[in-house]
């Protein structure tokens, strides 16, 4: 009867290659467990309880243990890692004739504004969302320094 519990056994190992979850593999511990327990224990009720209490208290277990070590942290990448960047445009924004280009981390996207206005050449933009395969962008508000002049 060992053969069958080894036999599950690197099912569930193979099982926990092909997935991510880190849970399959204590069921393939459940499953030797199970069968050192053949080797004395010839009643398969008996094995198939090692098994399963095995396996139930590992995964109980050692779950807190291995959420310290593998922290999933969700990282934007690709296209929403540029939300909220500054970009520069190298093509005019215009929403009447669906043009413009920006470009950011030495990359160019096609852009449109937030509100439908023309965004000159050469200005800086903040990219606010991504909407298909277009940025969406506003424009950057200038301030200008007042002067006064004595004659």
Do not use: Y
């Not at 095995?54 to 990448?77: Q, Y």
């Not at 005019?92 to 000159?120: F, L, M, R, Y």
């Not at 962008?137 to 006064?148: D, P, Y």
């Amino acid at each position: 009867m060992w053969q069958f519990w080894l036999i599950i056994a690197g099912i569930f190992f193979i099982g926990e290659i092909i997935t991510v979850g880190f849970l399959v593999f204590w069921l393939a511990v459940g499953a030797l467990l199970a069968m050192i327990t053949s080797f004395f224990i010839p009643n398969i009720i008996v094995q198939t309880a090692v098994f399963v209490i095995s396996s139930t208290i590992l995964i109980f277990a050692t779950k807190p243990f291995v959420k310290k070590f593998v922290d999933v942290k969700v990282t934007n990448t690709n296209a929403f890692s540029i939300i909220g960047k500054k970009a520069l445009v190298i093509k005019e924004i215009d929403p009447i004739h669906s043009t413009g280009q920006i470009k950011i981390n030495g990359e160019v996207w096609s852009a449109e504004s937030v509100n439908n206005q023309v965004i000159s050449e050469g200005s800086e933009v903040e990219i606010t969302e991504i909407k298909g395969v277009k940025a969406v962008v506003r424009g950057q508000k200038l301030e200008v320094a007042s002067q006064t002049l004595e004659v």
